[in-house]
């Protein structure tokens, strides 16, 4: 096939004309048509005028749809699909960002070898040699594995089919970010309630009051933007018979989302299950049709550290709600017994016969592959065990992300062969025999499946918007290139993964075979079902067993770790991320940690005041920041600093608290990581910390 092609015949293909295919960038021809920077337009761009390519953004995997605007070959602006079901037109902060992950000055430019691990020198590396070394690590069959991030969609399927094919171990997923959500532990309690291992969507728009159990969904769980969205509805009066919706959090940090709640329960981290179990008994001797545990609601609350008398009051409140939601999030799963309250949570929205139905939960329609902590624990063991002599790594940097205490280092140590496909220079690509990198997701073909966000169906699509800037490559021609596989490069394997899709029909358009289907799928930005909420079975639910929140010792505290906009790590290279306040502290550019000021004035510490954390598992400094709004036996640390690679922007600032987090599991196989107790030790050093508030103001300081 030609790599150019005419505009006339261009304009053939899309079956447009010229002023609509300059708006829409897509279409068969795209696939074949080399798009070029100022000095060599592309022929169907025009001076002065843009061209918009939808798209899907990569910065999280909630796959929001993305329409870039383009100017005369370069990439100019994001802004959100207005069509695209889970976002609505809307972007988070991260997602504006991505242009700065295409231009970033510190991008891998090309294949290199790197003759020893640790040493930021490299010897470039030819594409056929490349590729010889890959066809050579995939032929070690079950010697070769993969670890794979949470995204894109599309490279996890071609690397299973793959694994599948060669005689390889299935790949490992994982990201710092579903370590937080505690995705795994979400899906095992869905399947063990309703017999579906799929993700919950909770309706907060329809509903009438949200009970959150440590989820912060309006700033980085599972798919803020369009819990943001719904949330908007939520808080909105329509008429005589829908009020304005009441929002109750349990939460030991008061988030953003925390923030804005009408009322806010600082409650002891680890005691969300055992508060669903004594609500679920206040509420059965309201009426509800719930199984009664052995808890007595006194003695629970005094163990979370609320009051009988609140407690209660959310009962009646719940009790009397028309379309009640009750949320269980990644900071109430984060425990031992993180996968009995979920379960427990879960089980308050089955008496009302809300499933399925407005401002009720439902079931994603596509089954869930959450990756747990267990599994990359037993990726690790396979490696000190000698059993992977090449590991393939894409869109994870686990030298950052994992905690220390599970010694990833020292097993790749033991690895003969570590390939990475990283686009940035991560930790991880530090450690890397072979950089072999992937364009950067503008650059890009692919898809995401939509599981988090949306309760229809839906498949988000990823179009190049841009040319390559560098000597990259698409991982999945890069891996089909061993012929292992029966497709001739990445847009015919994609093409593949979308037939049943084609088959299946209902969607937001409709085609009669896959040329006409790709090309609206790239018009459209992906393809959703127009079907509604998928409702979830009913379930008879069995109350678990009470869980007590973990015990004190002296001189210790309770550690909360949570993300911020720059996510797993990966937006501490992008300065705009970088510059924006934090939506708590307005800290910026550096890491913190958060102290109660009566806690802070017993210890004799002060904002600014450098502070050194420690657990049985390691230990990191942090500057001091006085926090009003979290419980005084508590501390939290905000995650996605204290990079030691990833250019510029990102390295030596901050902490990263993964450092501090023991590798201690629960029943889902998720790290239970908000059972870190830590103590805190002054180390007579202050470090200020740029941010936006006044402490004149907030503090009366001079």
């Given at each position: 096939?030609?790599?150019?092609?005419?505009?006339?015949?261009?304009?053939q293909l899309t079956g447009l004309g010229a002023a609509a295919a300059v708006m829409t960038g897509c279409g068969p021809a795209s696939r074949y048509v080399v798009r070029r920077p100022y000095t060599d337009m592309p022929e169907y761009a025009r001076l002065g005028e843009s061209t918009y390519y939808a798209t899907t953004c990569t910065e999280c995997p909630a796959g929001c749809g993305m329409i870039m605007r383009t100017f005369e070959?370069?990439?100019?602006?994001?802004?959100?699909?207005?069509?695209?079901?889970?976002?609505?037109?809307?972007?988070?902060?991260?997602?504006?960002?991505?242009?700065?992950?295409?231009?970033?000055?510190?991008?891998?430019?090309?294949?290199?070898?790197?003759?020893?691990?640790?040493?930021?020198?490299?010897?470039?590396?030819?594409?056929?040699?490349?590729?010889?070394?890959?066809?050579?690590?995939?032929?070690?069959?079950?010697?070769?594995?993969?670890?794979?991030?949470?995204?894109?969609?599309?490279?996890?399927?071609?690397?299973?089919?793959?694994?599948?094919?060669?005689?390889?171990?299935?790949?490992?997923?994982?990201?710092?970010?579903?370590?937080?959500?505690?995705?795994?532990?979400?899906?095992?309690?869905?399947?063990?309630?309703?017999?579906?291992?799929?993700?919950?969507?909770?309706?907060?728009?329809?509903?009438?009051?949200?009970?959150?159990?440590?989820?912060?969904?309006?700033?980085?769980?599972?798919?803020?933007?369009?819990?943001?969205?719904?949330?908007?509805?939520?808080?909105?009066?329509?008429?005589?018979?829908?009020?304005?919706?009441?929002?109750?959090?349990?939460?030991?940090?008061?988030?953003?989302?925390?923030?804005?709640?009408?009322?806010?329960?600082?409650?002891?981290?680890?005691?969300?299950?055992?508060?669903?179990?004594?609500?679920?008994?206040?509420?059965?001797?309201?009426?509800?049709?719930?199984?009664?545990?052995?808890?007595?609601?006194?003695?629970?609350?005094?163990?979370?550290?609320?009051?009988?008398?609140?407690?209660?009051?959310?009962?009646?409140?719940?009790?009397?709600?028309?379309?009640?939601?009750?949320?269980?999030?990644?900071?109430?799963?984060?425990?031992?017994?993180?996968?009995?309250?979920?379960?427990?949570?879960?089980?308050?929205?089955?008496?009302?016969?809300?499933?399925?139905?407005?401002?009720?939960?439902?079931?994603?329609?596509?089954?869930?592959?959450?990756?747990?902590?267990?599994?990359?624990?037993?990726?690790?063991?396979?490696?000190?065990?000698?059993?992977?002599?090449?590991?393939?790594?894409?869109?994870?940097?686990?030298?950052?992300?994992?905690?220390?205490?599970?010694?990833?280092?020292?097993?790749?140590?033991?690895?003969?062969?570590?390939?990475?496909?990283?686009?940035?220079?991560?930790?991880?690509?530090?450690?890397?025999?072979?950089?072999?990198?992937?364009?950067?997701?503008?650059?890009?073909?692919?898809?995401?499946?939509?599981?988090?966000?949306?309760?229809?169906?839906?498949?988000?699509?990823?179009?190049?918007?841009?040319?390559?800037?560098?000597?990259?490559?698409?991982?999945?021609?890069?891996?089909?290139?061993?012929?292992?596989?029966?497709?001739?490069?990445?847009?015919?394997?994609?093409?593949?993964?979308?037939?049943?899709?084609?088959?299946?029909?209902?969607?937001?358009?409709?085609?009669?075979?896959?040329?006409?289907?790709?090309?609206?799928?790239?018009?459209?930005?992906?393809?959703?079902?127009?079907?509604?909420?998928?409702?979830?079975?009913?379930?008879?639910?069995?109350?678990?067993?009470?869980?007590?929140?973990?015990?004190?010792?002296?001189?210790?505290?309770?550690?909360?770790?949570?993300?911020?906009?720059?996510?797993?790590?990966?937006?501490?290279?992008?300065?705009?991320?970088?510059?924006?306040?934090?939506?708590?502290?307005?800290?910026?550019?550096?890491?913190?940690?958060?102290?109660?000021?009566?806690?802070?004035?017993?210890?004799?510490?002060?904002?600014?005041?450098?502070?050194?954390?420690?657990?049985?598992?390691?230990?990191?400094?942090?500057?001091?920041?006085?926090?009003?709004?979290?419980?005084?036996?508590?501390?939290?640390?905000?995650?996605?600093?204290?990079?030691?690679?990833?250019?510029?922007?990102?390295?030596?600032?901050?902490?990263?608290?993964?450092?501090?987090?023991?590798?201690?599991?629960?029943?889902?196989?998720?790290?239970?990581?908000?059972?870190?107790?830590?103590?805190?030790?002054?180390?007579?050093?202050?470090?200020?910390?740029?941010?936006?508030?006044?402490?004149?103001?907030?503090?009366?300081?001079?």
């Amino acid at each position: 096939m030609s790599d150019s092609i005419s505009r006339r015949r261009f304009l053939q293909l899309t079956g447009l004309g010229a002023a609509a295919a300059v708006m829409t960038g897509c279409g068969p021809a795209s696939r074949y048509v080399v798009r070029r920077p100022y000095t060599d337009m592309p022929e169907y761009a025009r001076l002065g005028e843009s061209t918009y390519y939808a798209t899907t953004c990569t910065e999280c995997p909630a796959g929001c749809g993305m329409i870039m605007r383009t100017f005369e070959g370069r990439a100019i602006k994001a802004e959100g699909n207005p069509a695209h079901p889970v976002n609505s037109g809307k972007l988070c902060s991260r997602g504006l960002t991505a242009v700065q992950g295409l231009y970033n000055p510190d991008r891998i430019k090309g294949p290199a070898r790197r003759a020893k691990r640790g040493e930021e020198s490299l010897a470039p590396l030819s594409w056929d040699e490349a590729l010889g070394e890959v066809k050579t690590a995939l032929s070690a069959g079950v010697k070769t594995a993969f670890l794979l991030g949470l995204a894109p969609d599309h490279l996890y399927d071609l690397v299973s089919e793959l694994a599948e094919t060669a005689g390889t171990a299935k790949p490992v997923r994982y990201g710092a970010l579903g370590m937080f959500e505690a995705r795994a532990t979400l899906v095992e309690a869905a399947r063990q309630l309703f017999g579906e291992a799929r993700f919950p969507f909770f309706d907060v728009a329809g509903a009438d009051l949200v009970i959150s159990f440590g989820a912060n969904f309006l700033e980085t769980w599972l798919s803020p933007v369009a819990y943001t969205r719904g949330y908007s509805q939520f808080r909105r009066s329509f008429g005589a018979d829908k009020a304005r919706g009441y929002f109750i959090s349990f939460e030991a940090r008061r988030s953003l989302t925390s923030g804005v709640a009408d009322e806010w329960h600082p409650v002891v981290p680890g005691s969300e299950g055992l508060l669903a179990l004594a609500l679920a008994n206040l509420l059965a001797e309201r009426g509800w049709n719930l199984p009664v545990s052995s808890v007595d609601p006194a003695a629970a609350a005094e163990a979370a550290g609320i009051s009988l008398e609140a407690l209660t009051a959310v009962a009646d409140r719940a009790a009397k709600a028309a379309r009640p939601l009750f949320i269980p999030g990644g900071q109430a799963l984060a425990h031992s017994a993180g996968l009995e309250a979920a379960r427990s949570i879960l089980a308050l929205n089955l008496p009302k016969g809300t499933l399925g139905q407005s401002g009720g939960m439902s079931l994603s329609p596509a089954a869930a592959d959450a990756a747990s902590m267990k599994d990359v624990q037993a990726l690790v063991d396979r490696m000190n065990a000698g059993q992977v002599e090449t590991l393939f790594v894409h869109g994870v940097n686990p030298l950052f992300e994992l905690p220390a205490g599970l010694n990833f280092a020292g097993a790749l140590g033991k690895v003969k062969r570590v390939i990475s496909f990283a686009t940035y220079p991560d930790e991880t690509a530090l450690q890397a025999d072979l950089l072999l990198p992937d364009h950067s997701a503008l650059e890009s073909w692919g898809y995401q499946r939509t599981l988090a966000g949306t309760a229809a169906s839906a498949i988000a699509a990823r179009q190049p918007v841009v040319v390559p800037l560098y000597d990259t490559r698409s991982s999945v021609d890069v891996l089909l290139s061993a012929g292992l596989l029966p497709y001739a490069d990445e847009v015919e394997f994609i093409q593949s993964r979308l037939l049943p899709v084609l088959s299946a029909g209902g969607g937001n358009f409709d085609a009669a075979e896959i040329e006409t289907f790709w090309a609206r799928f790239l018009q459209y930005g992906g393809w959703w079902s127009a079907q509604g909420a998928q409702p979830a079975a009913q379930a008879a639910a069995e109350a678990a067993q009470p869980v007590q929140p973990q015990s004190l010792g002296e001189g210790k505290f309770r550690l909360v770790v949570y993300p911020t906009q720059l996510g797993d790590g990966s937006g501490a290279n992008r300065p705009w991320l970088q510059e924006t306040p934090n939506t708590s502290t307005t800290v910026m550019w550096n890491s913190w940690v958060e102290i109660n000021p009566k806690t802070a004035e017993e210890l004799g510490l002060h904002n600014d005041d450098v502070v050194l954390i420690k657990s049985d598992a390691g230990e990191v400094e942090a500057s001091v920041y006085l926090f009003p709004a979290i419980r005084p036996d508590t501390l939290a640390i905000p995650f996605g600093q204290g990079h030691t690679a990833l250019g510029r922007y990102a390295e030596g600032r901050g902490c990263n608290p993964a450092e501090v987090l023991a590798p201690v599991l629960n029943a889902a196989g998720d790290l239970a990581l908000g059972d870190t107790l830590v103590s805190i030790t002054p180390t007579g050093r202050r470090r200020p910390l740029s941010r936006y508030e006044s402490k004149v103001g907030v503090y009366g300081e001079h």
